[in-house]
């Protein structure tokens, strides 16, 4: 797999079916090691061991309605008391961070209410917070560490 830019992390890897598969901490399991599971596996480190989240806090590829269809999201990362911290879209290396992915992030926003967002590829990562009351959501050049 590609290099992406992350921090390098340790990961578990098994050969099911002929195909590669990866183990996902959040969910328990070996995962098919796609391009996008790639990335999937290096950003819940990057929030765990660098952003300090905690791991308890964090579920991934979960089915949520929006506008009555069912989609999936990548990451999200909860608050204690139940709410979203934040909602992360993961694209393969591959595919370029268009207004699309945001877009896409913004729909599943609309029945989530996280309070920041995170769009990457692996090797581009876009942050915001929102600012629901001006609905605007403003872009930062990191994602803040973890705290209650």
Known sequence: MIKL???SYQFRFKNSENKMAIFDEIRKKFIILTPEE???QHTIQFLIQQKKYPKQLLN???QLKVNGLTRRYDIVAYNPDGSINLIVECKAP???ITQNAFDQ???YNLSLKAEQLMVTNGLNH???NLD???EKYHFLRDLS???I
């Open 5 to 7: 830019n992350f921090p």
């Open 38 to 40: 790639w990335v999937r």
């Open 60 to 62: 991934a590829e979960k």
């Open 94 to 96: 591959s595919i370029k």
């Open 105 to 107: 992030i913004a729909r």
């Open 126 to 128: 876009y942050f915001c």
């Open 132 to 134: 629901y009351e001006a």
């Open 145 to 147: 560490t973890y705290s």
